[in-house]
């Protein structure tokens, strides 16, 4: 029986620009175990930071829905919403521009006490936030200080320690290593997986980095202009790649050895549009394989079994040896 948590169905969002609409975010279908992880990545402006947003209720989706433990939390009214929201947290891709600056350590990290009203007495705050400090690796000493004061690192763990702070279930980690140093890196996804662990944290784990995603995740969700082309558990993915776009990411993930050659595939041709985006498959422009009908038709998503989806005309046609 699966463990099921959370279920997203037919999730868009549009924004209203000058010379259209765009479909940052257009029909993403997916579910997320309890106490695993969705990697979700993507070269920039594929829409997987929006489709965080969305799961974190920071924005409101423009069509479909996101089952949250059963509810659909996109139909909650705003004192329902509150309520779910300290289930839900998110990490943010830059960890100084995240923290308010005018406030210490200790003060970033109460925040979400005072905005839910969590603790009575400063008593049982302290202990809390302190406790949250220690668990992240931030020695005490530091409560007073000031974000700047903090190297990337330390400031990651207090963005870490204010969204773990009110005991959460689901957290959307929006690239939290990509802004630090690689080996700060290592320190901050060992940290997550630690957690993970402990206290059974759900995550969605939004990335551009193949080699990152790939030491975190359980599932793979790879996206191209707002869309899902394939969705895979890690090993399948990494193993048996199907879209041409996913075969290109794995392609370009550098070889830790000096004068290893490596076959690429290399991306030509403009990339589509995804302001009013035309019938197609929108990879299209860039594909070696594409035929006419990849221009004038979507692609359906094909199902292999074993949790691996993709969108690719190749693979429902069972051309993918072409």
Known sequence: ???????VEGLKKYFKVSSGTL???DGLD????KGKTIGIVGESGCGKSTAGRLMSMLLEPTAGSVFFDGCDITKLKKKEKLAYRRRIQMIFQDPYSSLDPRNTIYENIAEPFYIHNFFQSKAERDEKIFGMMELVGL??????????????????????ARALALNPEFIVCDEPVSALDVSIQAQILNLLKKLQKDFNYTYMFITHDMSVVKHVSDDILVMYLGQMVEKAPSKVLFTSAMHPYT??????????????????ILLEGEISSPIDPKPGCRFAARCRYATERCHREDPPITDLGEGHFVRCFRVCDGNQNI
Request: glycine share 8%; no cysteine; hydrophobic share 40%.
């Open 1 to 7: 029986m699966s463990d099921e948590y959370i279920r």
């Open 23 to 25: 479909h940052a975010v």
């Open 30 to 33: 997916f579910t997320i175990e």
């Open 139 to 160: 020695a005490e000493r530091f409560a007073d200080s000031y974000p700047h004061e903090m190297d990337g690192g330390r400031r990651q763990r207090i963005g870490i």
């Open 247 to 264: 075969q290109a990411l794995l392609l370009a993930i550098p070889v830790p050895k000096i004068g290893a050659k490596k076959e690429r």
